[in-house]
């Protein structure tokens, strides 16, 4: 049975919202944005910050809206002229002793503090005293630096380091205006999720190292994307500048990483800017179009009979893997991936969230369309196989006396005898889907374009279909993934648009582990 | 000013009766004079039971909120499902204020038999009693009393700690002093929950003031009917209450007078007056926090917290501050402004930022170099400052400086206008 809700309205918007849920957030749901800094809906509410000041009817005195609960008949007033008032107070507060060196800094265009000022800040400042609190730059982390100068105290990284990480290295040091955020002075901000802060923080004062003075936030490109770094399917957003990943953060997701990623994960992505591409089809090492290698690699599945292996890299889309084991349908078929590990490194605070040992995005999409583990035993198959069809699975070494068919993004030593090597984009290029360890089939976007003649691998794929089966060739990956849950056990039911942006868990039934 | 010191014929002398008698302190001293009988007497009724005769008495805290302190322990679960706590609020830190530290350094076993009465009210088992800690020897006092007290086996089961502050002003806020006691730092909590809900280690705690609990052996005494009678002006405001007087008065120190009792008399009679030559120029009643009051006010006001809401201040903690017309006005308020500046915990932004630019253009007009116009800003700014954070840390920063632009703006004007020879602030 539903929890009874409760009804109130914030800016005489009726909202209705479940007991105990914050006027913050019900206030969302009114189309109606709260300025906050120190309220973060994944970690603890502070109210310190004083930001969101709000008129609620029968209260005596302003409410903040992060820690006032909803009450049955409530009337919120944001725009009232007395928390407008006190709103600009906060600003004009905070600006004292903020250097304005937004031209320098990172965080503008991206700023809450600028936004809000923007938004409804003092049009000029009253502060005449001129000099400002200064603290020199400090190294937190291997990854972050904190600027101490823009820092507006709103203690979200210190509540991350201390209720989610479990690591409480950093603090509020000293009192009044002289407060800092203080790092112990034996410890680093070296945590695997301490990157997080930098996202947390609302303004420059914590930066992330790998990101300083890249981009201008207004020249970045957002894609949704997954992060590849381990089975846990964090999702994420891939920022381009020109067409090159320039930063990976965190995209919210409840259900897998709440608000976060892990340093790994952030720093997951040189590899999809990575120069020594393979840019068109190769017969016999020499370069051609895709009409001659495409009915080459045909010819060869049509005339082959016996066994066929395919070594699949565990960060291959789930839609190429479907059409790779459907291609080799005709053959005493294998299909076997290889993940490497790693060290697990869990954030305490978030139930069931970790940097996961398997460092593979979708091993699990494999495992469900019935790839092996066994590694080692499909090498073996391959020596005595008609055909070894390899996507983008660099390490293998790979003997055969059949015949190699590659797909890949760049091209190792151990593709070098392939009679086709067919070029594919990576993930930052293609649209396609991951299944995490949990099940959860979840959709990636592309961010870029590929480079050269490169496709997609569910591209290259569903066209070899077409060529030798004569199938119908799928338009996108959303065919691709419609006729793979429309012939798949384990996917019934899911749709590529149902999908959506957070993704959809495979049946429960399926979903059981073999 | 110190003890021996003969109470006036027109004080009141019950928490103090003591004072300046080292044969009060010790656990047989204290006995002889009936001490910890009211105790034996408390462990016989139930706690609702002494919870509705202090109700009943009109008893208030004395710490500055003037909350009833029946209702405070009324707020506590009845039916116990957690350890309850009773936190002592010892940490007086109020500038002006210094009665608590004379309850403990003479009549360390009233606080005691004070602390366990309200611990069996409560239903708590361990209490708290939070020590300010510059107060060294207030503590060694306390702590000789509890040995003697344990040893005499008064306590019934009870638990007392003695828990030392480490110098922030702000630790005497309720909340911020559960964050102290817990380990944590000691930061101002939002409220909801309450503390009596959820308040020290997450547990129902009650916060009291060390004279509220000194009282409170009094009241079940001599009965409720008693305490309320003792109420010169309103009848909300029962009982005496301690007032420190410090400042320009030729007599400073504390007084205890029955609640209503003119501020004039405890100036011009109690405290012997003005020094000679001087005239009363303004005073501040209750502690650093409260609006200042100018003569005629401070004349016409009767100490209870009804009299002084009446004359736009508030009865407070009972600090009162004296100013003789030799006082620089606007000094004396940078001074307040600064250590408020000093204390703020920099939680609220308001606070952090606005208690220190208050001060800044304090000091600015002091140096002869403010502008008219600063005199608005000051106002806006504490308007900003007031009902607006989680304590009233702010509150009470803004509180001089708006009482004291309002009621002696002339002397910032001639700062500001170059009339007045410009101080240098250190």
Redesign the interface.
């Known amino acids: 049975m539903p929890d009874e809700l409760i009804n109130l309205t914030i800016d005489d918007v009726p909202v209705s919202v479940p007991q105990g849920t914050l006027v913050i957030e019900a206030a969302k749901q009114a189309g109606v944005l709260v300025p906050h800094y120190c309220y973060h809906p994944g970690l603890a509410?502070?109210?310190?910050?004083?930001?969101c000041?709000v008129e609620v009817e029968k209260a005596p005195?302003?409410q903040?809206a992060c820690?006032t609960t909803v009450a049955e008949g409530m009337v919120v007033r944001t725009q009232s002229e007395q928390a407008k008032?006190?709103r600009m107070?906060?600003l004009e507060?905070?600006l004292?002793?903020h250097p304005l060196d937004c031209p320098i800094c990172d965080q503008a265009g991206e700023c809450e503090l600028q936004d809000f000022v923007f938004q409804e800040g003092r049009p000029g400042t009253?502060?005449a005293?001129y000099s400002k609190r200064f603290n020199p730059v400090e190294d937190f982390g291997p990854d972050v630096l904190y600027v101490p100068n823009r820092c507006?105290?709103c203690?979200r990284c210190v509540r991350f380091m201390e209720d989610l990480a479990g690591e409480p290295v950093i603090?509020?040091s000293?009192?009044?205006?002289?407060?800092y955020i203080g790092i112990h002075p034996n410890a680093r901000l070296d945590h695997p999720w301490a990157g997080n802060v930098v996202d947390l923080c609302p303004v420059g004062s914590l930066l992330s190292k790998d990101f300083l003075h890249k981009a201008r936030a207004w020249e970045l490109d957002k894609t949704a994307s997954i992060c590849t770094g381990c089975s846990q399917g964090c999702n994420v957003t891939l920022d381009t500048r020109e067409n090159v990943v320039v930063r990976v953060r965190p995209r919210p997701n409840l259900q897998v990483n709440r608000y976060f990623i892990c340093d790994h994960g952030r720093l997951n992505y040189r590899w999809m800017n990575r120069g020594d591409r393979i840019e068109a089809p190769l017969v016999r090492r020499h370069a051609t179009d895709w009409d001659e290698a495409l009915s080459r690699a045909a010819t060869v599945l049509r005339g082959a009979g016996g066994k066929a292996v395919a070594l699949v890299s565990p960060r291959t889309s789930t839609e190429a893997l479907f059409l790779a084991r459907r291609l080799l349908a005709r053959f005493e078929w294998t299909g076997a991936f290889q993940v490497v590990m790693g060290d697990e490194a869990p954030l305490p605070g978030v139930p069931d969230l970790a940097l996961r040992a398997e460092r593979a995005p979708n091993a699990r999409g494999a495992e469900l369309l019935g790839y092996s583990r066994d590694y080692a035993a499909a090498l073996e198959t391959s020596r005595t196989a008609a055909v070894v069809l390899v996507i983008d699975e660099p390490d293998a070494a790979i003997e055969t006396a059949g015949t190699l068919l590659y797909l890949g993004t760049v091209l190792p030593e151990s593709a070098h005898g392939a009679e086709v090597v067919l070029p594919i984009a990576n993930v930052a290029e293609e649209d396609g889907t991951y299944v995490n360890r949990d099940g959860r089939v979840q959709r990636y976007f592309q961010a870029k374009p590929a480079p050269g003649m490169a496709r997609p691998a569910w591209w290259v794929l569903s066209e070899l279909l077409a060529q030798v089966d004569g199938a119908e060739h799928c338009a996108s990956a959303a065919e691709a993934f419609d006729a793979l849950a429309g012939s798949t056990d384990a996917f019934q039911g899911l749709s590529y648009a149902g999908l959506g942006a957070a993704g959809q868990g495979i049946t429960a039934k399926a979903g059981a582990r073999a | 000013m110190g003890y021996p010191h003969k109470p006036h014929a027109k004080e009141t002398a019950l928490l103090s009766k003591h004072f300046g008698d080292p044969d009060a302190r010790t656990y047989k001293g204290w006995a002889k004079r009936g001490g910890y009988e009211t105790w034996k007497q408390a462990q016989t009724m139930a706690p609702a039971a002494i919870t509705d005769v202090v109700k009943e008495s009109g008893l208030r805290g004395r710490g500055g909120a003037g909350f009833p302190t029946g209702l405070k322990w009324s707020f506590m679960p009845k039916e116990k499902k957690k350890p309850h706590y009773l936190c002592v609020n010892a940490d007086e830190s109020e500038p002006g204020t210094f009665k608590d530290r004379e309850i403990m350094r003479w009549t360390p076993h009233a606080l005691l038999e004070g602390t366990l009465i309200a611990m069996r009210a409560i239903q708590a088992e361990v209490g708290y009693i939070y020590i300010r800690g510059e107060f060294t020897e207030p503590y060694a006092i306390m702590e000789q009393a509890l040995a003697e007290a344990t040893k005499a086996g008064v306590l019934g089961g009870h638990k007392i700690h003695l828990h030392r502050g480490a110098g922030a002003y702000i630790c005497g806020e309720e909340t911020a002093m559960m964050n102290s006691i817990e380990g944590k730092r000691g930061n101002p909590r939002i409220k909801p929950p309450f503390p009596a809900a959820f308040g020290v280690f997450g547990m129902p705690t009650t916060i009291n003031n060390v004279e509220t609990l000194a009282a409170v052996p009094h009241i079940l005494r001599q009965g409720a009917a008693w305490y309320k009678a003792m109420s010169l002006s309103n009848p909300k405001s029962t009982g005496t209450k301690l007032f420190s007087v410090c400042g320009h008065v030729r007599l400073p120190g504390n007084y205890e007078v029955t609640m209503g009792f003119p501020l004039k008399d405890l100036l011009h009679e109690l405290c012997g007056g003005m020094r000679p030559g001087r005239t009363l120029k303004a005073c501040i009643p209750g502690g650093s926090s409260v609006p200042i009051l100018n003569r005629e006010e401070s004349e016409g006001c009767l100490l209870d917290y009804e009299g002084c809401v009446e004359k736009g201040t508030m009865l407070g903690s009972g600090g009162v501050i004296v100013f003789d017309d030799s006082a620089d006005m606007v000094y004396q308020i940078m001074r307040l402004a600064r250590f408020y500046a000093h204390e703020s915990c920099a939680q609220c932004t308001q606070c952090r930022e606005g208690t220190a630019w208050t001060t800044k253009i304090l000091e600015r007009i002091l140096a002869g170099q403010g502008k008219m116009a600063d005199l608005d800003l000051l106002l806006d700014l504490s308007d900003n400052m007031t009902g607006k954070t989680i304590c009233v840390l702010s509150d009470s920063c803004a509180a001089p400086v708006v009482s004291g632009i309002k009621k002696f703006r002339t002397e910032f004007e001639d700062y500001i206008a170059g009339r007045k020879q410009p101080v240098m602030v250190a």
């Open positions: 509410v502070a109210g310190v910050c004083r930001m000041l005195k302003l903040i820690a008032q006190a107070g906060v507060l905070l004292i002793n009253r502060y005293e507006i105290l203690t603090n509020v000293e009192r009044g205006d002289r407060a």
